[in-house]
């Protein structure tokens, strides 16, 4: 079935280090990939997000980069900031069975000051 | 232009009962999906739907059903709760249906703040 794996699981970075976390899919026809950011106890915000006719897109400090070929795609933080500290959430666009966002598991990025 | 909203909050249930939650999305969006999130799960899709009728659904047993009424708004309901459907459950809301973002239309998915849900 479709699937969406997430790693790392857990991320510290001290400030102004890079963070990258990267994001597997299964379903080859997948063309959208969005990046949500959740602080703790808030809700789940879209961050950037990346078709598939794009290999790279940048936004300030995020980008994100995609692999067709490969089916990965990443999250790539610079110069992070203790208020990048969130839980963030690859999906892809499911196209198997319908059409559904599937995400990963989530990966827990702690700025350390 | 408000958010979506979500009620209630929170809410403490006991097994093999039953419980509703509403999700009111943003003026105009006419879609709606829900998630379920659990810890190291991340967001797991139960079911979208745009203008009152389901689009897709994902791997959930029957005791989870929902609707969505003229207005946009949409409930879901889980019936015979179990221990393990203690959960934070996210709605979101977008203007159209994700097939749309497939082809290539503008779509972005807002959530609501979530109702926790547990299950004693």
């Known amino acids: 079935g479709e699937n969406v794996e997430q790693h790392p699981s857990t991320l510290s970075v001290q400030e102004g280090d890079s963070a990258v976390i990267k994001c597997t899919y299964s379903d080859s026809a997948s063309n959208y990939f969005p990046w949500y950011k959740q602080e703790l106890g808030k809700r789940p915000q879209l961050i950037i997000d990346i078709r598939s006719n794009v290999g790279e897109k940048k936004d300030q400090r995020i980008a994100v980069t995609l692999n067709k070929t490969a089916k990965h795609f990443s999250l790539h933080i610079t110069e992070t900031q203790p208020e990048d500290s969130a839980v963030y959430f690859c999906?892809?666009?499911?196209?198997?069975?319908?059409?559904?966002?599937?995400f990963g598991s989530g990966t827990r990025l702690l700025v350390r000051p | 232009k408000a958010g979506v909203t979500q009620t209630p909050r929170y809410l403490i249930k006991t097994r093999g009962q039953q419980v509703t939650l509403s999700c009111s999305p943003i003026s105009g969006h006419r879609s709606v999906s829900w998630y379920q999130q659990t810890p190291g799960q991340g967001l797991q899709f139960l079911f979208e739907y745009f203008s009152e009728t389901q689009r897709n659904k994902g791997n959930f047993p029957g005791r989870f059903s929902g609707r969505q009424f003229s207005n946009s708004r949409s409930e879901m309901n889980v019936s015979t709760l179990e221990l393990g459907d203690s959960a934070l459950y996210l709605c979101a809301s977008s203007l159209g249906p994700s097939s749309l973002v497939y082809s290539g239309g503008h779509n972005e998915q807002f959530f609501g703040p979530g109702t926790r849900l547990t299950v004693l």
């Open positions: 999906a892809a666009l499911g196209v198997d069975s319908s059409y559904k966002l599937i």
